[in-house]
């Protein structure tokens, strides 16, 4: 049967949009309805029985606004399965899970979020152009690192994690004996 999932994502410079469209359009190629949309455009999540909630890092942290929502719609998430993801890792780092911030750690475990998923991200010019201070650090960074096959993998564990047993998909009806 169709579940209804959320996929609410925080994000500065865009990349972490496009992970969340991503993990939508494979989520509703697996059968689910799919609402992709900023945390702070999100008024309710009791309409879904299923969330997604992704972050940018900066700095070690996540988006404030997407700390917010889970601080928010805390009571409502722990009623639902939730998966967690941020895209953060840039430069020779890419590959390395992103450590959580404690703020999250705590909200994740209230929620009883699934394990939370690192993706790497994008950095991209104009990000570094918006912070002259910090250009020599920053420079060689730029670079598009997102991993789509793995973003589109794990949509896929989330879709099959949200479809029933095949016993119950097909109802209770009895058995059809064999050669009819
Ligand atoms: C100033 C700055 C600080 C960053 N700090 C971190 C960090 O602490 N950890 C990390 O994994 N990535 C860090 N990043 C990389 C971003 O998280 C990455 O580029 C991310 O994909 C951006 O997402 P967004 O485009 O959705 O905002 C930083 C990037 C910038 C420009």
Same mark, same amino acid.
């Given at each position: 049967m169709s579940k209804k999932v959320l996929i609410a994502y925080g994000t500065k410079m865009g990349a972490t949009a496009t992970i969340a469209a991503v993990i939508g359009s494979e989520l509703r190629a697996a059968g689910h309805q799919v609402d992709v949309r900023e &945390?702070?455009? &999100?008024?309710?999540?009791?309409?879904?029985d299923a969330v997604v909630v992704g972050s940018a890092v900066y700095q070690s942290r996540w988006r404030p606004e997407v700390v917010h929502f889970l601080r928010h719609h805390e009571r409502q998430l722990r009623n639902r399965p939730v998966w967690l993801f941020h895209s953060g890792p840039i430069g020779p780092s890419k590959n390395q899970d992103q450590p959580l911030p404690p703020d999250v750690v705590r909200l994740a475990r209230l929620i009883q979020a699934a394990p939370v998923k690192t993706f790497a991200g994008e950095l991209q010019a104009d990000a570094v152009t918006a912070r002259l201070s910090h250009r020599a650090e920053l420079e060689h960074l730029?670079?598009?690192?997102?991993d789509w096959p793995k973003i589109r993998t794990w949509s896929r564990e989330i879709a099959t994690a949200l479809q029933p047993p095949r016993a119950e998909a097909a109802g209770n009806g009895p058995p059809v004996a064999a050669g009819k």
């Open positions: &945390v702070g455009a &999100v008024l309710a999540v009791s309409e879904y730029i670079s598009d690192s997102r």
